[in-house]
């Protein structure tokens, strides 16, 4: 037939305003059949539908037989089916559709009943009323976590105005200056060793600077000590982190136990799993747990202004994995066992803290009675109450009250590591405690902050004693964290 394109060289639809297959027979047909006589274009071809081709009777539509017409085996006499296919929009808007659908379905991935919800239970069962948290029979939503962002931005604020308007007056009353140490004699090759090869020099490399330099090694060996030791943080700055850090951690330990006191999952850890998930939100529970939150956000944001430790990446770590829990817990409405996790966790820091306070106010005895008062608490509360009463309702009380589900399976197995955690700590402020107490004083901490620019190997006095030894210069060498008061904080 003349001017007829066959079915493999037919082109696809590339309409979106009509349908596959104008112009059919005889008169019909649009632009693809213009000039077509009886049906049969002399222009473009016309694109066939998605499907065999020619269709099979059973998909005709009435009237379009084999044999009804010129060219009727060719087309459709009626309106064919919409094309399956579309080109994207002009202007990118089927790129934006495509990507909110991705969006929509990665999120309805996420937030999966069946993974977050014991058997039965719907999101749409915690809907809860309007209003602000704790107004009504609210319960936890994912948007409330929002709130914790504006929140660590004024915790922070607030910590700015602390330090200097509060922690550093009291370090000066205690006699901790603001005086830096010793800083190195300027030297144009030896700071280039020092910021583009090494900050500890070997001996070889020691005997060339000093023919190069005409200087003497023990003279070079004492440049790289002022140098390494010209960018450590100062007493004072250390001292107000530390008072910062234990005046959150008493205030929010006490708010805590001021809270847990009157609730009743506090005294009978049933009441955790009684009526699960349907336990609404209290205003103060709310503020007690978005508290939390936010102040591990505001870790998050302060540990690139800190001090730089050795242990930053994993302490990074540690505050990312504190504030998922933390978040998905309360996502879950988990909120009443995360209390007593949070409260035992706090119990322990502000002793440590206070520890460190002593040590940069050079109260030797009161810092060791302070390290010794967290240990003994660090250890009762992380290897006795953690695990015979923690463990034991998060595994087999809500084993036996609501049954395992997905998440169940999830925020267990964090809870199981984080103990592990507790027993390689307790390990080591045990060991750290036992060389104390033998020799006593402790050389280098198997686990302290020790800042990554203090490694040098200044020689402290034989004389020195105590936990935390303190270096010929003031410095403090151990910094105090011995059993992590920042790594035992709160998940």
């Not at 059949?33 to 269709?55: D, S, T």
């Not at 070889?204 to 070079?220: A, N, P």
């Not at 939150?293 to 990312?320: E, G, P």
């Not at 967290?374 to 290897?383: D, E, K, S």
Request: contains cysteine.
């Amino acid at each position: 037939m003349k001017g007829a394109a066959s079915p493999s060289s037919a082109r696809p639809c590339v309409s979106g305003a009509r349908p596959c297959g104008g112009g059919g027979g005889g008169g019909g047909g649009g632009r693809a059949g213009a000039g077509a006589r009886g049906g049969e274009g002399r222009g473009l071809a016309k694109p066939r539908p998605l499907g065999p081709w020619p269709p099979p009777d059973s998909l005709r539509p009435r009237g379009a037989g084999r044999g009804a017409g010129r060219g009727a085996g060719r087309g459709w006499r009626s309106a064919p089916p919409p094309c399956l296919w579309r080109p994207p929009e002009r202007g990118g808007g089927g790129r934006w559709k495509m990507a909110a659908a991705a969006a929509a379905a990665l999120r309805a991935w996420f937030w999966n009943e069946r993974f977050w919800l014991p058997h039965n239970v719907t999101w749409a069962d915690l809907a809860g009323e309007p209003g602000p948290p704790g107004s009504g029979l609210q319960y936890p939503r994912a948007a409330h976590v929002l709130s914790a962002f504006p929140l660590a931005l004024g915790i922070f604020a607030v910590r700015l105005l602390f330090e200097r308007f509060i922690a550093k007056p009291c370090a000066i009353n205690l006699g901790i200056q603001d005086s830096g140490p010793h800083r190195a004699q300027p030297n144009a090759i030896l700071e280039k060793v020092f910021t583009s090869i090494t900050k500890s020099p070997d001996g070889k490399r020691l005997e060339g600077l000093s023919k190069q330099l005409d200087w003497d090694v023990r003279k070079i060996q004492r440049w790289f000590r002022h140098r390494r030791n010209q960018d450590k943080p100062t007493t004072l700055t250390k001292f107000c982190e530390s008072m910062w850090r234990f005046t959150f951690y008493l205030s929010i330990f006490f708010y805590g136990i001021r809270f847990l006191w009157t609730a009743p999952w506090f005294w009978d850890t049933r009441q955790c799993w009684y009526n699960y998930p349907f336990q609404p939100l209290t205003s103060r529970l709310y503020y007690y747990y978005i508290l939390e939150l936010a102040f591990y956000w505001s870790l998050m944001f302060s540990q690139f202004t800190d001090i730089k430790r050795k242990d930053f990446l994993i302490m990074f770590v540690h505050h990312l994995a504190t504030i998922g829990l933390i978040t998905f817990s309360y996502m879950n409405n988990m909120v009443r066992v995360g209390t007593l996790v949070l409260c035992l966790h706090d119990a322990s820091d502000f002793l440590l803290e206070a520890a460190k306070l002593a040590n940069y106010a050079k109260y030797q005895r009161l810092c060791d009675a302070f390290f010794m008062l967290f240990g003994v608490v660090f250890i009762v509360t992380r290897l006795g109450i953690y695990p015979f009463w923690i463990l034991n309702t998060t595994l087999f009380e809500s084993w036996e009250l609501i049954g395992p589900y997905p998440s169940w399976w999830l925020f267990n197995g964090l809870l199981v590591i984080l103990q592990v955690l507790h027993i390689i700590w307790s390990y080591l402020i045990i060991r750290t405690a036992s060389k104390a107490l033998v020799r006593g004083k402790v050389s280098k901490d198997d686990r302290s902050d020790v800042e990554s620019s203090s490694e040098e190997e200044d020689v402290t006095s034989n004389s020195t004693k105590g936990i935390f030894s303190t270096s010929s210069n003031g410095s403090n060498r151990l910094n105090g964290h011995v059993a992590g008061g920042q790594w035992t904080g709160e998940e």
